[in-house]
């Protein structure tokens, strides 16, 4: 619970950098809000980190990365095989080689890689305690009796249709819950070099869960979008969500220019009643509105009625969704198995598509839709490309490296296929080989910029937030990691986009700056108590498997 709140009527604290949430939970001049609770660690004198530099974020405060292979994702700027980024407060000041920087302190980043940081469109962080435990599941029981389907996440964790058995780990969540579960797996991801989330967990069964997870964006210290959501499990009876978002925006997250701010959940398989007000809500709050579009929860027939390729239709509850249209502020998540007609009318408004290739392979979703996106792409000639989302945690890594592999593999295994298909597999070379031109539906291999873009700069885009963060820009915030290339399993590094895609992970993220401000330093997060942390998470994770009634069981 938000302690300002409690002094009296609610006030706009968005600016403040950290709040308070339990009564223990103190912000304190040492390490923000958590220290109180000792999730953060005042810095010893002697600890690592000491050779950091000082006050990083602070406003004037000035240093420079220097000798670095920079690579910027943005093409105005272009990369640089030796290259300085100069630091002035939050923000990066200027980009280029044998930079002046007067006293600056300076950050040795020879043999490294220096770029923005990754941007996850689409993380359901609340899942943190109970990462891996189902990963064999797909989305929905198939009555197949396998591992597979007796795991399957809609009952597993969301307790669809299974009252009053409770057998969804979502609904047992309390506020508490939340929060570390939160804090923990952003640290995690900003550990791994992604500075920025947006945050799709459907944990909001009442104002208290929301405030702790908004709490633990902020006690996180990354770039977040909190996406206000539904309740898994529908604790809340429909009462806190949609409408919550007016208390939320207007005295929770009001300002945009803060490093945690809003998205409206806006999921259309609640029924016609709940999509129109979830949208309407968002619209009228100036908030993008992000939904989960995927073909098993019966979502197909209501895009095509959102999109207007097909009539509307009156839902059980006897409500339509005349009116409410899909436009350039719509994220869609997934957009697995939705028609062609479809297609073209997201393509064309300007909505933005969040894909999770990995998640989306294991769990039944249907095929993750790059080659739609490329083909749209090239009929109507528009920049429509996909931001990257690592969604859920119960099945499969949150690192981005296993995001852009899989992206790249993914549609390279397939067109590479259709190609070879061309031809007999036998000889002649031609044949067997087959050469361009290709047919028109068959778009160009993915490589590694492509995925580069989809995991920074357009992430960026898809939460607007390109202004402030998604590549090393003069005047944008200095969202950066620095990746080591001397590492075992990267040098020689022969090709800067290469090596950080097909070679590298979390452990050459040496570096990791927010808004200025250094998080990790020489391969350690700073100013934070993972003994505490990771006691509190195991309490929630037994508390959790206590409610639903599952043994735990590390070899089930
Ligand atoms: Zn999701």
């Known amino acids: 619970m938000c302690i300002l709140c409690y002094q009296g009527k609610p006030q706009d ?66 990369d640089f095989p030796n290259a300085d980024v100069l630091i002035e407060g939050k923000k990066i000041s200027a980009v280029g080689p044998n930079l002046h920087a007067g006293g600056a302190a300076e950050i040795d980043a020879r043999g490294k890689v220096v770029m923005p940081g990754f941007i ?21 029981n198939d009555f197949t009796g396998t591992a597979s389907a007796e ?78 959501f539904e309740s898994a499990g529908g604790v809340d009876g ?43 809500i968002g619209r009228n709050l ?50 697995t198995g939705m028609s062609d007609a479809a297609w073209e009318k997201v393509a064309l408004t300007g909505a933005k598509v969040s894909i999770a290739f990995p998640i989306e392979m294991n769990m039944r979703h249907g095929m993750p839709p790059i080659l739609k996106m490329q083909q749209l792409k090239a009929k109507f000639g528009i920049d429509f490309e996909p931001s990257l ?8 890594t949150a690192d981005f490296f296993t995001q852009m592999r899989s992206a790249m593999t993914m549609q390279r295994m397939v067109v590479n296929q259709k190609i070879l ?21 068959i778009p160009p291999l993915l490589n590694a910029r492509d995925v580069l873009r989809f995991a920074t700069i357009n992430g960026a885009k898809h939460l607007r937030l390109d202004g402030k963060t998604g590549s090393l820009t003069s005047g944008k915030e200095a969202d950066i990691i620095i990746l080591d290339g001397n590492h075992l399993n990267v040098f020689p590094m022969n090709n800067v986009p290469g090596a950080v895609v097909t070679m590298m992970e979390r452990s ?21 108590d993972l003994g505490r942390m990771r006691r509190e998470l195991e309490n929630t994770r037994d508390f959790l498997y206590g409610e639903v009634g599952r043994p735990q069981n590390l070899f089930p």
């Open 389 to 396: 989302s690592v969604d859920v945690e119960t099945n499969m």
């Open 238 to 280: 429909g009462s806190w969500y949609p409408s919550g978002a007016n208390f939320l925006r207007n005295n929770v997250l009001s300002s945009d220019d803060s490093l945690v701010t809003m998205v409206m959940g806006g999921e259309v398989y609640l029924g016609n009643a709940t999509t129109r007000q979830s949208w309407t």
């Open 13 to 78: 604290h968005s600016r403040d950098s950290q709040l308070g949430r339990r009564d223990f939970l103190k912000t304190t001049a040492a390490g923000g809000a958590a220290a109180g609770l000792g999730l953060f660690a005042t810095r010893p004198a002697t600890a690592n980190g000491d050779d950091a530099p000082e006050d990083s974020g602070k406003r004037g405060r000035r240093y420079i990365i220097r000798g670095g292979a920079v690579m910027t994702m943005d093409p105005k700027v272009g």
């Open 508 to 528: 050459n993220v040496e570096t990791v700056i927010v808004a200025g401000k250094v998080r990790k330093w020489k391969g350690k997060l700073l100013d934070v």
């Open 286 to 335: 100036g908030l993008q509105v992000a939904a989960h579009i995927l073909s098993p929860f019966g979502i197909r027939p209501i895009l095509d009625q959102l999109t207007g390729v097909s009539p509307d239709v009156v839902d059980g509850s006897g409500a339509d969704l005349r009116g409410i249209e899909i436009g350039a502020d719509n994220l869609f998540v997934h957009m």
């Open 120 to 140: 996850d469109t689409h993380h359901h962080q609340a899942w943190t305690p109970i990462r891996s435990s189902i990963p064999d599941s797909i989305l929905i």
């Open 151 to 228: 795991q399957n996440y809609a009952i597993n964790v969301l307790g669809f249709g299974a009252a009053p058995a409770r057998p969804g780990f979502a609904e047992h969540y309390r506020p508490d819950d939340v929060h570390i579960g939160e804090l923990y797996g952003g640290l995690s991801q900003l550990d791994a070099g992604v500075t920025t989330v947006h945050d799709i967990s459907q944990i909001h069964h009442s104002k208290e869960h929301s405030l702790a997870a908004i709490q633990a964006l902020r006690d996180t210290g990354r770039r977040a979008k909190f996406g206000f």
């Open 421 to 441: 298909e061309l031809g007999t597999f036998s000889p002649p070379f031609t044949s067997q080989w087959p050469l361009p031109p290709y047919p028109a539906d």
